[in-house]
């Protein structure tokens, strides 16, 4: 089965970029839809972006949009996801996911996702 590690979080203050990425084991990444979730204290986790296992369709959510991006480094086998002008609002725990041939309608429901990284913690000061 395909595990997943992310690593890159920290602490960095508004404004800052900060560089996310996810590791696989188990799987050739490039052959599964990627996602990336967060949750913050108190708040359920929500969508922040994921691209289908053929690369061809990537998606944002509202709230990152022009901000983030999320790319594919197949020689690593790792997901990035680069995210700049961060504000206080993105503090959260960060979650890479994947899955096997998402359908379209569920790349954005944490339902949808059969591998879940541990998270890992952006934390963003003002």
């Known amino acids: 089965q395909v595990q997943l590690v992310e690593s890159g979080g920290g602490l960095v203050q508004s404004g800052d970029s900060l560089r996310v990425s996810c590791a696989a084991s188990g799987g050739t990444l490039s052959t599964y839809s990627v996602g990336w979730f967060r949750q913050a204290p108190g708040k359920e986790r929500e969508f922040v972006c994921a691209m289908s296992w053929s690369g061809g369709s990537t998606y944002y959510g509202d709230s990152v949009k022009g901000r983030f991006t999320l790319s594919r480094d197949n020689a690593k086998n790792s997901v990035i996801l680069q995210m700049n002008n961060l504000k206080t609002e993105d503090t959260a725990v960060c979650y890479c996911?994947?899955?096997?041939?998402?359908?379209?309608?569920?790349?954005?429901?944490?339902?949808?996702?059969?591998?879940w990284g541990r998270g890992t913690q952006v934390t963003v000061s003002s």
């Open positions: 996911a994947a899955g096997a041939r998402i359908d379209r309608d569920y790349m954005s429901t944490p339902l949808g996702y059969d591998y």
